[in-house]
């Protein structure tokens, strides 16, 4: 089991960064893939980045790639999400997200934060 808790959405000007950050509470946290996905209004909520427990490798929506940057440190429990060069196609409500060792879908979900991006 474990808990995420997002924080450092806001309000920013096109062109302008943030940073997101997940807290997560949990003894095996070392060992989950971890995830960003955003849902904007009227839209299905879709993948942004991932990073995996084994190796740190990352992925990324091609729609966010060379603009935001995955990371995470496991002694803290976080994961955050490096936004740079937002655009307003960027608002949303970004969500973290867990996914156990050998689990094929995220099961664990933060409660969200709103990122809103104005041109």
């Known amino acids: 089991q474990v808990q995420l808790v997002e924080s450092g959405g806001g309000l920013v000007q096109a062109g302008g960064s943030l940073r997101l950050s997940c807290a997560a509470s949990?003894?095996?946290?070392?060992?989950?893939?971890m995830g960003w996905f955003r849902q904007a209004p009227g839209k299905g909520r879709e993948f942004v980045a991932s990073?995996?427990?084994?190796?740190?490798?990352?992925n990324y929506a091609d729609s966010v790639k060379g603009r935001f940057t995955i990371s995470r440190d496991n002694a803290l429990k976080t994961v955050t999400l490096q936004m740079n060069s937002l655009k307003p196609e960027d608002t949303a409500v970004y969500y973290c997200?867990?996914?156990?060792?050998?689990?094929?879908?995220?099961?664990?979900w933060g409660q969200g934060t709103q990122v809103t991006v104005s041109s």
């Open positions: 997200a867990a996914k156990p060792d050998g689990s094929r879908r995220y099961e664990y």
């Open positions: 949990g003894r095996t946290f070392s060992r989950y893939d």
């Open positions: 990073i995996s427990w084994s190796n740190y490798n990352t």
